[in-house]
């Protein structure tokens, strides 16, 4: 276990002071180019060491010819190099005293033996020198804290809490966009690539010191190390939680893995068995496995199970209440207490069960505060579900009725509406228990984009929020568990 995180071989490579970058030059469409330029876009404060054997000058920066002439000895190498140069690069950053790199060059152990001749000879290098490297085959490193981006692709999101190791290097650049769409992103973010110095084991030691990162999430094609990786999760999952996808588990799914990255996988069951053992939570998706990133990076975990879902429409309570108890989640009874709190609020044609169904409130805006307020106070309420079906026109309508002329409706009536969506999303903070929505409207609706800006989970239907709230629970258990254990 690490006693500090600059302990970590992966600390110089996620948090680098200087990096020479080698296969960049001023022909933008290379890939090293590329690689440099999502570098500069997110504002990387260290220097930056081109090295280029003709190229004076390389995207605004002084190119050096080669490394024994750069003025200092960087931090980190950046390889993005043809094959052939791969190794005789990494004796001459040897040579020059660097430590660190991420070698994104392929042409190694995925591509056959001939591949796996030539990562021998990258190793042989690096024990010579005392290297570790991310890669080769690999993409490299996201880390929103620091400012560096080594990816194809350019981040324009703020630092996020989301931890990840992927043996898959250009998944981590897809989902930039993808979570940031949900309020997300991650905090560091390694491509493991074919872990010839550094593997996934590692990344999770790093992650789990990571101050930044509240859930760790992994993209698994094969273990090489699985005891230390067991014993390394179960030391973690007591502070924060694991989520992981095992993307290798089927016979077509072995083949891709073996040759993308050369990754050894195993049957199903096998890790399913494994991840169950040291706590760590099985996603059957990427979208599942955000979905669980998402919640359990953003609420303490309940210590027990019980949902009470609030509605105004029959139909998508039922739909709810289906979500959670095929998976097996408890929906409470009410007190009578919180009945009669209700009473003051509905109408009689309200259902006081759980599902809670408002059907038409004395005032709709209690929708979003009284009527929850009341229910978040129910003993039995550890998770809040409540659906949204706010469309903007439906509160033009009532406004022109009320005489109301479209300027006013545009801003009065937008303001009201981010109101109550703003108050929405306060319920957590509030009342202390994790508040989630969900709603068959677009993402983009105003209501919820504000709702999920302002650091509210909300799903496009209830059996995505179901799947994550379990996880939420779920994490609360093996918590529980471990310290218990630990105690013991």
């Given at each position: 276990?690490?006693?500090?995180?600059?302990?970590?071989?992966?600390?110089?490579?996620?948090?680098?002071?200087?990096?020479?970058?080698?296969?960049?030059?001023n022909n933008i469409a290379s890939m090293g180019s590329n690689l440099l330029a999502s570098v500069l876009a997110l504002g990387y404060g260290g220097a930056i060491y081109p090295v280029h054997p003709k190229e004076t000058e390389v995207q605004g920066l002084k190119a050096y010819g080669s490394v024994s002439d750069l003025p200092v000895v960087p931090d980190l190498a950046v390889f993005v190099i043809p094959t052939a140069?791969?190794?005789?690069?990494?004796?001459?950053?040897?040579?020059?005293?660097?430590?660190?790199?991420?070698?994104?060059?392929?042409g190694f152990k995925e591509v056959g033996k001939e591949g796996a001749a030539r990562e021998m000879e990258l190793l042989e290098v690096a024990n010579r020198y005392g290297i570790r490297f991310l890669g080769p085959n690999c993409i490299g490193v996201i880390n929103t804290h620091h400012k560096l981006n080594t990816t194809f692709m350019e981040h324009e999101g703020s630092p996020g809490f989301i931890g990840m190791a992927?043996?898959?290097?250009?998944?981590?650049?897809?989902?930039?966009?993808?979570?940031?769409?949900?309020?997300?992103?991650?905090?560091?973010?390694?491509?493991?690539?074919?872990?010839?110095?550094?593997?996934?084991?590692?990344?999770?030691?790093?992650?789990?010191?990571?101050?930044?990162?509240?859930?760790?999430?992994?993209?698994?094609?094969?273990?090489?190390?699985?005891?230390?990786?067991?014993?390394?999760?179960?030391?973690?999952?007591?502070?924060?939680?694991?989520?992981?996808?095992?993307?290798?588990?089927?016979?077509?799914?072995?083949?891709?893995?073996?040759?993308?990255?050369?990754?050894?996988?195993?049957?199903?069951?096998?890790?399913?068995?494994?991840?169950?053992?040291?706590?760590?939570?099985?996603?059957?998706?990427?979208?599942?496995?955000?979905?669980?990133?998402?919640?359990?990076?953003?609420?303490?975990?309940?210590?027990?199970?019980?949902?009470?879902?609030?509605?105004?429409?029959?139909?998508?309570?039922?739909?709810?209440?289906?979500?959670?108890?095929?998976?097996?989640?408890?929906?409470?009874?009410?007190?009578?207490?919180?009945?009669?709190?209700?009473?003051?609020?509905?109408?009689?044609?309200?259902?006081?069960?759980?599902?809670?169904?408002?059907?038409?409130?004395?005032?709709?805006?209690?929708?979003?505060?009284?009527?929850?307020?009341?229910?978040?106070?129910?003993?039995?309420?550890?998770?809040?579900?409540?659906?949204?079906?706010?469309?903007?026109?439906?509160?033009?309508?009532?406004?022109?009725?009320?005489?109301?002329?479209?300027?006013?409706?545009?801003?009065?009536?937008?303001?009201?509406?981010?109101?109550?969506?703003?108050?929405?999303?306060?319920?957590?903070?509030?009342?202390?228990?994790?508040?989630?929505?969900?709603?068959?409207?677009?993402?983009?609706?105003?209501?919820?984009?504000?709702?999920?800006?302002?650091?509210?989970?909300?799903?496009?239907?209830?059996?995505?929020?179901?799947?994550?709230?379990?996880?939420?629970?779920?994490?609360?258990?093996?918590?529980?568990?471990?310290?218990?254990?630990?105690?013991?």
């Amino acid at each position: 276990m690490l006693t500090s995180i600059e302990e970590s071989p992966l600390f110089p490579i996620a948090n680098p002071k200087s990096i020479a970058f080698f296969g960049a030059s001023n022909n933008i469409a290379s890939m090293g180019s590329n690689l440099l330029a999502s570098v500069l876009a997110l504002g990387y404060g260290g220097a930056i060491y081109p090295v280029h054997p003709k190229e004076t000058e390389v995207q605004g920066l002084k190119a050096y010819g080669s490394v024994s002439d750069l003025p200092v000895v960087p931090d980190l190498a950046v390889f993005v190099i043809p094959t052939a140069l791969a190794v005789p690069t990494l004796d001459e950053c040897g040579r020059k005293g660097i430590k660190s790199a991420i070698i994104v060059t392929a042409g190694f152990k995925e591509v056959g033996k001939e591949g796996a001749a030539r990562e021998m000879e990258l190793l042989e290098v690096a024990n010579r020198y005392g290297i570790r490297f991310l890669g080769p085959n690999c993409i490299g490193v996201i880390n929103t804290h620091h400012k560096l981006n080594t990816t194809f692709m350019e981040h324009e999101g703020s630092p996020g809490f989301i931890g990840m190791a992927s043996q898959s290097g250009s998944f981590i650049t897809q989902m930039f966009s993808y979570l940031d769409r949900l309020g997300l992103n991650f905090s560091t973010g390694f491509s493991v690539g074919n872990e010839a110095t550094i593997d996934i084991v590692d990344c999770l030691e790093y992650l789990g010191a990571c101050p930044n990162t509240k859930v760790i999430t992994l993209y698994i094609e094969g273990i090489r190390r699985g005891r230390a990786f067991m014993e390394k999760a179960r030391q973690i999952v007591r502070k924060k939680p694991i989520v992981a996808y095992y993307a290798a588990g089927s016979e077509t799914g072995k083949k891709a893995g073996k040759s993308h990255t050369g990754a050894m996988a195993g049957p199903d069951p096998i890790y399913q068995a494994m991840f169950r053992q040291c706590g760590i939570i099985s996603a059957s998706s990427v979208t599942e496995l955000f979905d669980m990133a998402w919640l359990l990076g953003t609420f303490s975990p309940p210590s027990e199970d019980g949902i009470v879902i609030q509605t105004h429409s029959g139909g998508p309570g039922t739909e709810a209440a289906d979500a959670c108890g095929r998976l097996g989640l408890t929906l409470p009874s009410l007190s009578a207490e919180t009945r009669k709190g209700l009473g003051e609020l509905v109408p009689h044609t309200a259902s006081m069960n759980n599902p809670v169904d408002i059907t038409y409130s004395k005032d709709p805006m209690h929708y979003f505060n009284e009527i929850p307020a009341v229910l978040l106070k129910d003993p039995g309420c550890r998770c809040f579900l409540i659906y949204f079906h706010m469309p903007f026109q439906v509160i033009s309508r009532a406004f022109r009725k009320m005489g109301w002329t479209e300027d006013m409706i545009a801003t009065r009536g937008r303001e009201l509406l981010m109101g109550q969506s703003n108050i929405a999303a306060g319920l957590s903070e509030r009342y202390k228990k994790p508040v989630v929505g969900y709603t068959y409207r677009g993402m983009d609706d105003p209501f919820i984009k504000n709702a999920v800006k302002m650091g509210m989970p909300v799903f496009p239907g209830p059996q995505r929020a179901a799947r994550a709230i379990k996880a939420l629970f779920e994490y609360g258990h093996i918590r529980t568990k471990q310290l218990g254990e630990r105690a013991a």
